[in-house]
């Protein structure tokens, strides 16, 4: 999943980008921050059509600026298909002053504004458990791909 641009001052509109495998369909989930560890309620949902068999999705979609207001969003991008559900993440910031230092994103899991030994540690004590914070692409347990979002993010 790709977003056109991050940061966005307000009133812009975002476009989003992706891609999966053939035969799935796509739903993109806009949460804001605050909802991160509670109830999600959505600012934005958004359905593609089911892609032929034989074809990959390649997906986009618009979100105008009326939706977003100044802070910190999570978007959800889960794709569906026959024989999986797979959800991928990213963090958007909207409005002056709202930096990825500031925000709380999902894998930071101390919310010290840091992805280091300490997430990675929080995450290793629910390794192979599910309902816990640290399952942080929501697959339904803490794994290797939940590891991976990590690394990715990794601060030192």
Do not use: C, H
Not at 72 to 91: E, G, I, L, N, P
């Amino acid at each position: 999943m790709a977003i056109q641009k991050n940061p966005l001052t307000i009133g812009e509109s975002v476009r989003v980008s992706g891609e999966s495998l053939p035969g799935s369909s796509i739903e993109l989930e806009v949460l804001p921050q605050e909802s991160f560890d509670t109830d999600l309620t959505e600012v934005f949902v958004a359905t593609t059509t089911q892609a032929p068999l034989d074809a990959p999705v390649t997906w986009s979609i618009t979100i105008p600026s009326s939706q977003l207001a100044k802070g910190s969003y999570r978007f959800r991008a889960r794709t569906s298909s026959s024989d999986a559900v797979r959800s991928t993440y990213t963090t958007l910031f909207v409005g002056e002053g709202v930096v990825a230092g500031e925000s709380s994103l999902r894998v930071d899991l101390n919310r010290d504004g840091k992805m280091n030994l300490v997430d990675f540690s929080i995450m290793l004590s629910g390794w192979g458990k599910r309902g816990v914070d640290a399952d942080v692409n929501d697959d339904g347990m803490v794994n290797l791909a939940d590891v991976s979002i990590l690394l990715f993010n990794w601060t030192g």
